[in-house]
Nanobody, 124 residues
Framework: QLQACGGGLVQAGGSLRLSCAAS????????MAWFRQAPGKEREFVGG???????YNTESNRGRFAISRDNAKNTVDLRLNSLRPEDTAVYYC????????????????????WGQGTQVTVSS
């Protein structure tokens, strides 16, 4: 089970830290990722961290979003900086089998378990 929290309302330019707590699985043995979904849009990859500890993200998010994990707490965090109104969405954490190839990890199909999502709203 994955439980995401930390969302909220923030002004443009602000920051948030989202956290995903895992139970029933050990995050260091899974590829973990964050996705987001805005109303009327498809679920979009935000950032990920492989079971090995290597992080991966998109060019558009690099520098603003950072993913990290705490193996002792079994949590994965997503730091969102310099937020923009277009970052408004429900943010989901996900866990996937570590044997999946890198190219699949940027799509929802690369993951087997999903959290319930946490709402991030950025006001202008």
């Amino acid at each position: 089970q994955l439980q995401a929290c930390g969302g909220g309302l923030v002004q443009a330019g602000g920051s948030l830290r989202l956290s995903c707590a895992a139970s029933g699985l050990t995050i260091s043995t899974y590829n973990m990722a964050w996705f987001r979904q805005a109303p009327g849009k498809e679920r979009e990859f935000v950032g990920g961290i492989r079971w090995s500890g290597n992080t991966y993200n998109t060019e558009s998010n690099r520098g603003r979003f950072a993913i990290s994990r705490d193996n002792a707490k079994n949590t994965v965090d997503l730091r969102l900086n310099s937020l923009r109104p277009e970052d408004t969405a429900v943010y989901y954490c996900a866990a996937g089998c570590r044997r999946k190839i890198l190219s699949t990890l940027f799509t929802p199909g690369g993951y087997d378990y999903w959290g319930q999502g946490t709402q991030v709203t950025v006001s202008s």
